[in-house]
């Protein structure tokens, strides 16, 4: 599967963007996908997973409340709506899916996802 990560750009803090992870190759649905970020100097850190049927949703601590994931498997994308941006969340953003049994034990995990999206820059300014 080939995933395109798409909808970042520039906004002012409190200001919102929605994040899209198209695929092509093979149906989405097989797939747990989740959302990774990578601000400058520091490590690629989750953000967010959704589970293949959407059932099952998991966010790190500081984007509770204001990051929703989501899916629509007839579309082939996973959203991921982020509101009250913060500059602290300016990153690339990337996507990714998993097709690994351990997904549900292990989501945060990057090594539990199989296929990797180019990602999509996020920036907040202040």
């Known amino acids: 599967v080939q995933l395109q990560a798409s909808g970042g750009g520039l906004v002012q803090a409190e200001g919102s963007l929605r994040l899209s992870c198209a695929a092509s190759?093979?149906?989405?649905?097989?797939?747990?996908v989740g959302w990774f970020r990578q601000a400058p100097g520091k490590e690629r850190e989750f953000v967010s997973s959704?589970?293949?049927?959407?059932?099952?949703?998991i966010y790190e601590d500081s984007v509770k409340g204001r990051f929703t994931i989501s899916r629509d498997n007839a579309k082939n994308t996973v959203y991921l709506q982020m509101n009250s941006l913060k500059p602290e969340d300016t990153a690339v953003y990337y996507c990714?899916?998993?097709?690994?049994?351990?997904?549900?034990?292990?989501?945060?995990?990057?090594?539990?996802?199989?296929?990797w999206g180019k990602g999509t820059q996020v920036t907040v300014s202040s």
């Open positions: 190759g093979r149906a989405l649905s097989r797939y747990a």
């Open positions: 990714a899916a998993s097709s690994s049994p351990s997904w549900t034990l292990y989501p945060r995990r990057m090594n539990t996802y199989n296929y």
């Open positions: 959704i589970a293949w049927s959407g059932d099952s949703t």
